[in-house]
């Protein structure tokens, strides 16, 4: 069995694209080598003729190109569903107002699939709700890889001194895009000057995104893309995610392998595997997480409760346990061309 793993741009120009963004469809991906390694299935991140199955991470114009020529040759094609157009609607300036084009295009080609693997039970809704078959969808987590993802004293250490951090932080490790919720961010941390507050992810250009504000609250730092996401997470004492959509959220998982109490805003994407109050806290509003940012910030048995839940989360959802389930996606798929 040969894997033809292909993410679009990710060779382009030695990789420009992807340098220094740090996001989790590259997580996923390297989840998928890991994956494909642990499992012992030759892989190559080109194109191969002789492969069996394509894999695809974003269907863009060159994936669409290879694809088509995949099933030309009979091959079989998985593709991972990380774009849909809910999700694509709050990203760079322009891409809002091609939304409707994007899901016509992303039905089209996710269509030419033999297997969708969706990265939880709400983005298989969307699909089905875009007309596509409900047999070629599959739930599949992107999972974490928890020999990346864990509490380090010496990186905690390391990180708050260089970073003069002596209070409790509260922060998030994403994007710093509109739909991450940066303008909930701002106001919380505005209205609880008490605590720091950190956001780790690249900060576009302001020709691509809305630009942060000129003046943010005075205890609130955007470091931009940090190369030591391990050090990055180990700063914080408490983990926010207030994204407006997602599909599933790998931060949320990367967050949880550290022991870190969850705080996220309440999405259907969430539904089923974070269940409030027990390994983590949802919330609705800007008001409901300033009530739960202080809760765990007094209560410090709480935040150690809710943390290691949130590890037993983790552990579930780590590539290990996983890689079952891909095998057997890759070995049904040959079945299905032997016969």
């Not at 220094?20 to 991140?45: A, D, F, H, R, V």
């Not at 699939?113 to 699909?127: G, N, Q, R």
């Not at 509490?151 to 970073?163: A, M, T």
């Not at 994204?243 to 539904?271: C, H």
Request: hydrophobic residues 40%; glycine residues 4%; positive net charge.
């Amino acid at each position: 069995m040969k894997i033809c793993l292909y993410l679009e741009f990710f060779h382009f120009f030695k990789g420009i694209f992807f340098r220094n963004i740090g996001t989790g469809l590259l997580s996923s991906y390297y989840n998928q080598k890991k994956i494909l390694t642990t499992l012992q299935i030759t892989y190559t991140e080109r194109w191969d003729k002789n492969c069996d199955i394509l894999q695809i991470n974003t269907p863009w114009l060159n994936s669409w190109r290879l694809i088509k020529k995949a099933k030309k040759s009979r091959k079989k094609v998985i593709i991972w569903a990380h774009v849909t157009a809910e999700d694509a609607k709050q990203v760079f300036r322009f891409t809002a107002f091609f939304n409707n084009f994007i899901k016509k295009y992303l039905t089209h080609v996710y269509g030419l699939a033999d297997v969708i693997l969706c990265p939880s039970t709400y983005t298989k809704s969307l699909l089905e709700r875009y007309g596509l078959p409900a047999e070629k969808l599959m739930v599949q987590s992107n999972g974490v890889d928890t020999t990346k993802f864990y509490p380090n004293l010496l990186k905690r250490k390391e990180v708050r001194e260089k970073q003069n951090l002596s209070n409790l932080v509260v922060g998030t490790v994403g994007l710093a895009i509109p739909r991450k919720g940066i303008a909930d961010f701002l106001t919380i941390a505005k209205n609880l000057p008490q605590y720091t507050f950190l956001w780790y992810g690249k900060i576009y250009n302001r020709l691509l995104v809305k630009p942060l504000p000129a003046k943010i609250p005075a205890n609130v730092k955007f470091t931009g893309y940090v190369p030591d996401v391990l050090a990055a997470f180990n700063s914080l004492d408490i983990f926010i995610f207030l994204s407006v959509e997602e599909n599933q959220g790998m931060a949320i998982l990367e967050a949880a392998a550290m022991q870190l109490p969850l705080l996220v805003r309440d999405l259907p994407a969430y539904q089923g595997w974070l269940k409030h109050g027990e390994n983590c806290f949802k919330v609705k509003n800007v008001k409901e997480c300033q009530y739960y940012i202080n809760l765990l910030a007094q209560d410090e048995a709480l935040r150690k409760k809710l943390g290691q839940a949130a590890l037993l989360l983790a552990q579930k959802e780590q590539i290990n346990t996983l890689k079952k389930q891909m095998q057997n996606v890759y070995t049904g798929l040959l079945v299905k061309t032997n016969h």
